[in-house]
């Protein structure tokens, strides 16, 4: 059974204070980790894919990186507007389905 | 207009009742999908369909029923509604064609059971 786990579960960070989200994962056959940005009150919307380890993704201030076992969401000095919710999800080949299984998010919230 | 469009985005039912959620979607995807969302629990699949003739549970399908009308459209249903049911609800979207299959949001629906 495919499983994710985000860390942590809300951070706080003063604008211009960068830092990192984390998604570790297990799967069987990685077909692609996904990152996605939620506002309140909205649906999740697509940021990047990542399919294997050493890959990077960049955009504006966000830049994903994946391992084996884990991906990192990193925040170069953020801005207010990028306050909301990051949830990783995970696609593995189990079933033939390839069905994405969510982790439960990091809220982020940048003080102005 | 939005890709992906989920009706009613606000409701409030009565224990017991039967109601029924919507989704429509405009971007020609063959794949759809509907998840539920709680506070500290993340997304959690309910059903999904890869065409109109295919229909899987998810993880969570006990009190739910889904039909695909047509490959645009997916509507969710609770046969008899229970506080528990109280969630937010998304559907969601992907192109089977692809390799990639990056899912498309709704808005979202606000359930209220009472």
């Known amino acids: 059974e495919d499983q994710v786990t985000q860390s942590p579960e809300a951070l706080r960070l003063q604008e211009g204070e960068s830092s990192s989200l984390n998604c570790s994962y297990t799967v069987s056959g990685l077909r692609g980790l996904f990152w996605y940005r939620q506002d309140p009150g909205k649906g999740p919307e697509f940021l990047f894919t990542?399919?294997?380890a050493g890959e990077e993704k960049e955009k504006e201030r966000l830049k994903a990186t994946l391992t084996k076992k884990e991906s990192f969401l990193h925040i170069t000095a953020p801005k207010p507007e990028d306050s909301a919710t990051y949830l990783c999800a995970v696609q593995g080949r189990s079933g033939g389905s390839y069905i994405p299984t969510f982790g439960r998010g990091t809220s982020l919230i940048v003080h102005p | 207009d939005a890709d992906v469009t989920q009706t009613p985005r606000n409701r409030i039912t009565k224990t017991g009742k039967r109601i029924m959620l919507e989704c429509s979607q405009t971007k020609g995807h063959d794949r759809m999908y509907w998840y539920r969302q709680d506070p500290g629990l993340g997304l959690r699949l309910i059903y999904y369909?890869?065409?109109?003739?295919?229909?899987n549970k998810g993880e969570i399908s006990d009190g739910y029923s889904v039909s695909r009308q047509a490959q645009a459209k997916f509507s969710l249903s609770l046969e008899s509604a229970i506080p528990n049911q109280t969630a937010l609800y998304f559907c969601a979207t992907s192109d089977g064609g692809t390799a990639k299959n990056i899912q498309y949001f709704g808005a979202g629906t606000r359930l209220s059971v009472l």
């Open positions: 990542l399919y294997s």
């Open positions: 369909s890869f065409d109109v003739k295919d229909i």
